[in-house]
């Protein structure tokens, strides 16, 4: 059996080790941090997490919990990030493989030889050898300041979402929050209780869905009625479900404009969703204004496109993240301008053995398409499913672009674009047409290369032995 490495321990990459430790795949699982957990873990001594204080989850419970482990009923619809970590570090010690991860070890290099083998470099300089990586190192970490910069100069504090940690660091200051997604949202909203003014300045309008509908959560339709429960149903064609879901948020929340926010240059379904039940409030209690882009930075002031300047103390920029694999030579595979194409999300079109887990941004949450994603590795790495032909694959990569190129507002948000219900129900369809191709085949094993031996040491004496 061929050996994998699993890059990062954050929700996707214990989800990988679960899987392929039931599915009797060897692998090692390499994590930077002391924890699992990834984002969730607030303060993460990796540096990595983006979360807050604040931070609720905007998919609800049992939308993010993996299928063979039920998030507990006593948390809420919506829990705390401390519920979330707690809920990943439960799941490692309750299938029993947190001995498959090597903590405070990063991943440096991993470098691909001409024989397939993966040489892969850790932190303190230790080299393993892999047949196979599956790549979960997150790609909410490494913000994206706006580009080109704004002109001119702020006397302020100019800071990225990535680094705000807490209401109490906006306290009694004049605030401009950038962004309509949902950094912005959350951030507006704390700041909102403690600031002096709160400015939230868009350069495009969004749809702001609220995190219930009909009295249940708005990513559980099924909940919300028959008709509703259309919305999560694959078969249903997308301009229907569409239309659903306008007729829904309409009735719930009316337009847009009347708050004082710039109507959205698109329809629903065509934005990664901003999720917020609380904006909305703080806006009609004055609480927010709502501004266009930032134009200039004047100083002490902010000008925005339509004319107007305020004074402000603060700029928090929520500009969203960079797509980066620091540990791949950037000639082998990175992402430009957040751009990966992949076969299904997974696959890598020209190099056979390295998979990515939860690199996509769904209408939903990211935990349960990482498990159904590390099943289909495993059904690889084990030959029981073979993949279609090189032109099928990059045919059908084309395809699925085309589809998300045409239906997503241009933006670097929105190169990975997926709807969850469609995206698990095309997997499993995927995975029973790639298990026929692999008993046609006679299950070849995809592999060349060799692994290495199995990692024993613990973190700490594999940290110290690696010097
Ligand atoms: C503020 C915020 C709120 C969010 N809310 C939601 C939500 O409600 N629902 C949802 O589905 N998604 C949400 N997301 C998306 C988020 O990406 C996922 O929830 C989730 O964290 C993805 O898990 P991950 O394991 O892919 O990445 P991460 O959680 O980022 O974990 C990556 C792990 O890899 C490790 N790592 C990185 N590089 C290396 C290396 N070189 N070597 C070894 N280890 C490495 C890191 O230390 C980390 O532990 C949110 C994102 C943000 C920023
Ligand atoms: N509570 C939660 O669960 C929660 C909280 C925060 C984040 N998240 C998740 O974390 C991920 C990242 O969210 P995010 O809000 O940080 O980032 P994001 O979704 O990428 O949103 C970035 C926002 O900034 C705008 N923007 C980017 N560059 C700009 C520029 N130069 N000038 C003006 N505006 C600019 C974008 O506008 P355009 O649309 O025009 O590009 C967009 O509105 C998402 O998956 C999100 O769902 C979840």
Redesign the pocket.
């Known amino acids: 059996m061929k050996r994998a490495c699993i890059i990062g321990a954050g929700s996707s990459g214990i989800a990988g080790a679960k899987v392929l430790q039931e599915r009797g795949v060897p692998f090692d699982c390499y994590e930077k941090s002391d924890r699992v957990g990834g984002n969730w873990v607030f303060g993460n001594r990796n540096g990595m997490s983006s979360s807050y204080s604040t ?4 998919t609800s419970r049992e939308r993010m919990e993996y299928s063979d482990y039920p998030m507990p009923k006593s948390f809420p619809d919506f829990p705390h990030h401390t519920h979330i970590a707690k809920y990943f570090n439960d799941y490692v010690d309750h299938f029993g493989f947190r001995d498959k991860i090597r903590f405070r070890t990063g991943v440096e290099h991993a470098r691909r030889r001409e024989d397939g083998v993966w040489d892969v470099e850790l932190e303190g300089g230790e080299k393993r050898e892999y047949d196979a990586v599956a790549v979960a190192n997150g790609h ?1 970490w490494d913000p994206r300041w ?2 080109p910069a704004f002109p001119g100069h702020f006397d302020g504090t100019e800071m990225h ?1 990535h680094y705000y940690t807490d209401p109490e660091e906006l306290r009694g200051k004049r605030v401009v929050v ?7 949202m ?1 951030i507006a909203v704390d700041a909102s209780y403690v600031a002096d003014a709160v400015y939230l300045g ?3 309008g ?1 749809y702001i869905i609220p995190k219930y509908i009909a009295g249940k959560p708005v990513d559980q339709p099924w909940q919300q009625g028959r008709l509703s429960a259309r919305l999560a149903d694959p078969r249903v064609p997308f301009p229907v479900r569409r239309k659903l879901l306008e007729k829904a948020v309409e009735k719930q929340v009316g337009s847009m404009e009347d708050y004082g926010l710039p109507k959205p240059d698109h329809r629903l379904g065509e ?2 969703p901003t999720v917020s039940g609380r904006i909305l409030d703080r806006i009609v209690h004055g609480t927010i204004t709502p501004k266009p ?1 930032i134009a200039e930075l004047q100083g002490d002031r902010v000008a925005f496109v339509d004319g107007s300047v305020v004074e402000a103390d603060v700029i928090v920029y ?4 960079k797509i980066t694999f620091p540990f791949f030579d950037e000639d082998l595979i990175s992402a430009p301008d957040n751009d990966l194409p992949l076969y299904r999300r997974v696959f890598h079109p020209e190099i056979d053995n390295v998979f990515f887990l939860a690199l996509l ?1 769904p209408l939903g949450a990211t935990m349960p398409i990482a498990e159904a994603q590390a099943h289909w590795v495993a059904d690889y790495l084990k030959g029981e499913y073979a993949l279609p032909s090189p032109d099928e694959v990059h045919r059908d990569i084309a395809a699925e672009r085309k589809r998300m190129f045409e239906r997503y ?1 241009a ?1 670097k ?1 929105h190169t990975m674009q997926i709807d969850f219900d469609d995206y698990m129900y095309e997997l499993g369809r995927e995975r029973r047409r790639g298990a026929d191709r692999a008993r046609t085949a006679g299950y070849p094993l995809p592999l060349p290369g060799r692994a290495g031996p199995p990692v024993t040491a613990s973190a700490d004496s594999a940290v110290a032995a690696a010097g």
């Open positions: 931070l609720h989850i905007n909410h706006p580009e979402s950038l962004g309509m997604g949902n950094s912005a959350d868009a350069r495009r969004a934005a990664h882009n929520c500009t969203g993240y941004q507002v933006s948000r």
